[in-house]
């Protein structure tokens, strides 16, 4: 028996388990909905535009959608376009991959301030997110960001960075005005701990001393190692290497410090609150001091500043959205489950049948694409085990589905558009000629509009004139006229 699976979510988790389960032996058939008209979820839309090596990973996806048995069904929206219930009729299992989108939550006051940033939200826009609004409020001189992760590291980054600098990359010409606009001139990044427990991976910290006209200013006084914190050390080579390059960088010549734009690092400092002046603006990080407690952990000392700043990013984690018609817990942020089967809810040992989840909607946004691999794995073992004892049914089918979502006008985007779409984007990249800094020309440029995603990859035309604005429900509302696919009124 041919079984039919439904796959929700086409990232690293989704075509990772969709790869593993097409090689498990079993006569199966998988279609990999996207809600977006393209796929690769973060690696598109999560990884800052000038990490190239990271976007590497494309390559590997690419290739594994690229065989053709694994249908990708993109621009169609679980819970909005369909509904579960509708997945699991005509589908014998489904597998819940759809990552974690939002920002996880940080209860301080003042962090409902109107300059008073998610991490998630600002990376959508500098990725183009269709979802998203053109044009983001880059008024502020002076920033602080909160986290110590690689995400903290890239929006420092590209907020201090200069934007001709970014050119080399696929960032959208809409973006790209809009940094050109941005009056910065210091990013504050903070982290409540000490350097033996900051997050940033080596290389992420290497670039970001690397970036033209811009220092990188930590304080010798933020230095300091209990026994919790050697243990980590002693235990981590990457870890090593972090606290080693962080070392380098505090040890440079104040006098040295000449960039026009500056990123300082403060460890040891935890938010305590976010500021704001008479109008309700911000105007002001304020901080406790923290000191090493033996264990690696931190207590407060009681002693607080203020660091005047206009605008606060926090990047203190992801946090998953659930899906209507699943379970969900809304602690963890996550799909309960036990090893993939996806239970009927947290803290529940009942398992739904022919439901499963893997990745970061499975166990929370922790981990790089080695532990979406191994999710991934357990995930179809339990699948596959599941058929094999023949409890995997359904009554409907696959191309029933798609009847429904062609009569509901859902402009589904197949593997075939998308090729269409990348080769247009790629092209929009060769049109913009020689880079005036660097010489050569871009790999891309990305399309930002989703009717415009959609238009270019069914085939109906080039969509240099109608462009739909995000909506509510992450559909385009009523079209407006634009000057071209960036999304630049007219």
Do not use: C
Not at 112 to 127: I, N, T
Not at 141 to 157: F, P, T
Not at 269 to 281: C, H
């Amino acid at each position: 028996m041919n079984l039919k699976v439904a796959v929700v979510g086409a990232g690293p988790a989704g075509i990772y388990a969709s790869d593993i389960l097409s090689k498990s032996g079993l006569d199966v058939s998988i279609d990999l909905f996207e809600r977006l008209p393209a796929p690769y979820g973060l690696v598109r839309y999560g990884v800052a535009p000038d990490h190239p090596r990271i976007k590497q990973i494309i390559v590997a996806l690419y290739k594994i959608l690229q065989r053709g048995d694994i249908r990708l069904l993109g621009n169609v929206e679980v819970g909005l376009d369909v509904s579960f219930a509708e997945l699991e009729e005509n589908y014998d299992a489904v597998i819940i991959a759809t990552g974690a989108d939002r920002d996880a939550p940080l209860d301080i006051p003042g962090i409902g301030l109107p300059q008073s940033y998610g991490a998630a939200d600002f990376v959508s826009w500098y990725d183009g997110n269709p979802d998203y609004p053109r044009t983001w409020p880059l008024n502020a001189k002076e920033v602080a960001v909160l986290g110590v992760g690689n995400v903290a590291l890239d929006i420092s980054r590209i907020l201090a960075k200069h934007p001709e600098d970014l050119l080399p990359t696929e960032i959208p010409p809409n973006v790209y005005e809009g940094l050109v606009a941005n009056p910065v001139t210091d990013v504050h990044i903070f982290g409540r701990r000490g350097p033996a427990q900051v997050k940033f991976t080596p290389l992420e910290l290497r670039e970001l001393g690397k970036v033209p006209d811009v220092d990188l200013i930590i304080s010798e006084e933020d230095f300091d190692f209990d026994e919790g914190s050697e243990e980590a050390l002693r235990s981590s080579n990457q870890q090593r290497q972090v606290v080693k390059t962080l070392t380098q960088y505090a040890s440079v010549d104040p006098e040295k410090h000449q960039a026009s734009r500056r990123i300082h690092l403060h460890l040891f400092e935890a938010p305590v609150e976010i500021l704001a002046d008479e109008d309700g603006n911000v105007r002001a990080l304020r901080t406790e001091r923290t000191e090493l407690v033996g264990d690696g952990n931190v207590r407060g000392t009681g002693v607080f500043h203020e660091w005047p700043v206009q605008a606060v990013y926090r990047a203190v984690g992801y946090y998953s959205s659930p899906i209507d018609g699943a379970p969900f817990d809304p602690v963890r942020g996550v799909v309960p489950n036990a090893g993939g089967r996806v239970l009927e809810e947290p803290g529940s040992h009942e398992v739904i049948p022919a439901l499963y989840a893997t990745g970061w909607i499975k166990r929370g946004p922790v981990g790089l694409i080695g532990s979406t691999k191994s999710d991934a794995q357990e995930t179809i073992a339990n699948l596959v085990a599941d058929a094999e004892a023949g409890v995997l049914t359904s009554t409907g089918s696959p191309e029933q589905l798609l009847a429904m979502l062609e009569a509901r006008g859902v402009p589904v985007v197949t593997w075939d558009g998308w090729e269409m779409l990348d080769a247009y984007e790629r092209e929009l990249g060769s049109e913009f000629g020689e880079l005036p800094r660097t010489g050569g020309i871009r790999e891309r440029v990305k399309v930002v509009s989703r009717l415009a995603m959609t238009t270019i990859a069914r085939g109906e035309g080039r969509p240099e004139t109608l462009i739909g604005e995000p909506g509510e429900l992450g559909k385009p509302s009523a079209p407006e006229r634009f000057d071209d696919y960036t999304g630049y009124k007219q």
